[in-house]
């Protein structure tokens, strides 16, 4: 079956958040982490006081002078919340990045003094290169418009497994040691590590491998395994991301059915060691065929096709 | 071996290894003499293991916890029925363990030293009974594990030999995938004919026999395997201060060559903050270019389930469209995640991983898939300093 499923399509995203995380690590040539660049923290929210903007980047880069705000796209398709995004990120100035680096704590945890030179956002597309943006941009005078906007507020750069993360298009406000690393380039490994699991969509797939990712690692380390409740698993994964406790009621339902833990009160689960096996699969299961359709079946839909054809 | 406690009591690891070499000290003409390496004698053996969970005076314990544990093999529940175990604590980090065999009416002595995370097992117990007796008890012993050398660290350990030369080694060559699908032992007697084998053959060394010279004369006779096993074959008299100095270094660099391979120092973990949060901490163990041309992913898992995961240790489930596979050590409750980038494959560890899973998934590829790769380890903190 080549086409892809919802649950691909989801992890596909999540994959080119760690494709970027792993930039940071000595995996990557040069590791950005050897030359003093730290990701303080992912997914936060950033506000200006003066102008009452928030914005919310997927990454924050440092290296002790340039902040730069980083938002993540799978694909390469440009629309007009891309353009938002980087408007509100742009909009960031020292006084905010600096204040946000104190309320992480970056002086207790990271050593680095918090003090901000220049503040940077960057868009990165997975799905883009020069020979792309620069064919596109000749047939359509609109979508050269639209990258031209972009890049008033933000660097464009690409990244690819085995391949660069590199600018293509823009330019830094600033010229320190970190811009000078991005635009050179690079190279990334094939297969980065697992480090985030869910994407901005919140859907049961990629919710479904998160849940059974995080508490079903930690049920290794008690032998009566580890209980969670939905709100305690809505916490964890807040405030980025808004998880629906009606989307865990879904959710949970699949884990149980599908024998990835088991329900002990009526909001609360649990995770033990016995369960690995189903925890394992589940990301197979959720790939291959929805939440929705493994709970309720997919006859209903089917049936109604096949009336439709007659 | 016919030890007293008192033998070894109140002395320092070093004392305790000048004690034991007398077991080994021969005259210079018997050192002469000894052209062959049968293998028949009495020789001075080290186990080194890396110590998670082991306290000296616990054997007891332990030797309950597997006949008794229901998720441990039938293998180690065997084993531990048909013999019975006796632990004299002398001091706080010395004993001296004795594995009785009933059926064959015998008795064997181990000297067990636990020192800064490791415990080291001092024995002159004849190889064909340490397989029987000490080496399964450390196979099945959960906390304790062997240390594990690449090929190319275990030469680099021997080049550090003050005064070495190889006299002899055993190399392998293990890679069913390649296209002659070999498996091939080197046995040979000078240090170029190892060089011509992995030039050759690409075998690699997994035991390697040295002379030490105490000027002009042979003095000691030693060796080492990359399982973490130091064998002191013979120590002429007078030199055994220069032995128990050799089996300190090559102790000392297992240990750290070890250490720099599979510990895990930086492993994920993931913190929040009141905005957002951070996942600090990064490390792979990379095994890459073996001897094998290019695979595709399906090629390399169905490698991995066929040699490796279909034991009972592991439980594992395929990732990211066949990309990744997340391995559950049941031995060691961890997880991590096997990345697949053919022909290497990379170890990433999990917030759960300890040097024990993924040495032992190491162990199993060079053991039983290919014996070809090459080791590397890749780690550094990602939000911290």
């Known amino acids: 079956m080549d086409e892809v499923t919802e649950g691909v399509r989801q992890r596909r995203e999540v994959n080119t958040y760690n494709l970027f995380y792993s930039a940071v690590t000595e995996r990557a040539t040069p590791a950005l982490y050897n030359h003093g660049v730290r990701i303080p923290m992912f997914f936060p929210e ?21 902040c730069v705000l980083a938002e993540i ?116 490994p094939e297969n980065p590590p697992d480090q985030l699991m869910l994407t901005e969509g919140m859907e049961h797939e990629v919710l479904a491998m998160a849940v059974a990712d995080v508490w079903g690692e930690q049920a290794l380390d008690h032998d009566d395994g580890i209980e969670v409740s939905r709100t305690e698993v809505r916490d964890y994964f807040a405030p980025k991301h808004n998880v629906g406790l009606t989307e865990l009621e879904l959710v949970f339902d699949f884990l149980v059915e599908f024998g990835a833990c088991e329900q002990v009160e009526n909001h609360t689960y649990r995770f033990t060691r016995d369960h690995m096996d189903a925890v394992l699969a589940v990301e197979q299961q959720v790939l291959s065929e929805t939440v929705q359709d493994y709970l309720h079946g997919s006859e209903q839909a089917s049936l109604t096709d096949s009336f439709d054809g007659n | 071996m016919d030890i007293a406690p008192s033998d070894i009591e109140d002395k320092s690891t070093r004392e305790v290894l000048d004690e034991l070499i007398q077991y080994v000290v021969t005259s210079g003409e018997e050192m002469e003499s000894k052209t062959t390496r049968s293998g028949g004698q009495t020789d001075l053996n080290i186990y080194l293991c890396d110590n998670q969970d082991y306290d000296i005076g616990e054997l007891d314990q332990w030797v309950t916890y597997i006949a008794e544990n229901d998720g441990i093999t039938g293998h180690a529940e ?8 006796s632990e004299q604590v002398i001091d706080e980090d010395i004993s001296l363990v004795g594995i009785s065999t009933p059926a064959k009416n015998r008795e064997d002595e181990f000297v067990f030293v636990a020192k800064d995370g490791y415990l080291w097992v001092l024995t002159t117990v004849h190889s064909d009974w340490r397989d029987k007796t000490i080496e399964n008890l450390l196979n099945y012993l959960p906390c304790v594990e062997r240390l594990y050398l690449s090929a190319d660290d275990l030469r680099e350990l021997t080049d550090e030999v003050k005064d070495a030369r190889v006299s002899g080694f055993t190399a392998k060559y293990h890679a069913p995938n390649r296209e002659r699908d070999a498996t091939l032992i080197f046995s040979g007697a000078e240090e170029n004919d190892l060089e011509d084998a992995e030039e050759t053959f690409d075998a690699k060394p997994t035991r390697i026999e040295f002379d030490q010279t105490n000027s002009p004369a042979t003095a000691i006779q030693g060796s080492n395997t990359n399982e973490g096993r130091v064998t002191m074959r013979s120590v002429k008299r007078g030199s055994e201060g220069k032995a128990v100095d050799t089996i300190m270094g090559l102790t000392a660099g297992y240990q750290e060559l070890d250490r720099q391979s599979f510990e895990v120092e930086h492993a994920p973990v993931r913190q929040e903050l009141d905005s957002g949060f951070t996942v600090d901490g990064f490390t792979a163990v990379e095994l890459t270019d073996p001897d094998r041309e290019q695979a595709t992913n399906e090629e390399l898992i169905a490698d991995l389930e066929e040699n490796i995961l279909n034991g009972n240790q592991y439980r594992y489930g395929i990732r990211d469209e066949q990309r990744k596979i997340r391995v559950y050590d049941t031995d060691h409750d961890e997880l991590f995640d096997v990345a697949l980038e053919p022909p290497n494959i990379i170890l990433y560890a999990r917030e759960s991983t300890t040097a024990l899973s993924l040495r032992s998934f190491v162990r199993d590829v060079y053991d039983d898939l290919d014996s070809t790769y090459s080791l590397s380890k890749s780690h550094n903190p990602v939000a911290i300093q």
């Open chain 1, 46 to 66: 950033i506000s200006n006081p003066r102008t009452g903007v928030t914005a919310e980047p997927d990454f924050v880069l440092y290296d002790g002078e340039t």
């Open chain 1, 73 to 188: 796209k799978s694909g390469n398709n440009i629309d007009g919340r891309d353009i938002r995004q980087m408007r509100e990120c742009a909009s960031i100035d020292i006084e905010a990045a600096e204040e946000a680096l104190r309320a992480a704590q970056v002086r207790d945890r990271i050593g680095l003094s918090g003090t901000v030179t220049a503040v940077e956002p960057i868009i990165i597309y997975q799905d883009m290169d020069e020979e792309y943006l620069e064919e596109v941009r000749e047939e359509s005078t609109q979508f050269a418009d639209t990258v031209d906007e972009l890049t008033n507020h933000a660097v464009l750069m690409t990244q690819d497994y085995g391949g660069e993360l590199r600018p293509l298009a823009g330019e830094f406000n600033d010229s320190g040691n970190l811009q000078s690393l991005l635009r050179r380039g690079i190279e990334l």
């Open chain 2, 78 to 85: 065997n084993y531990v029925g048909e013999h019975t175990f």
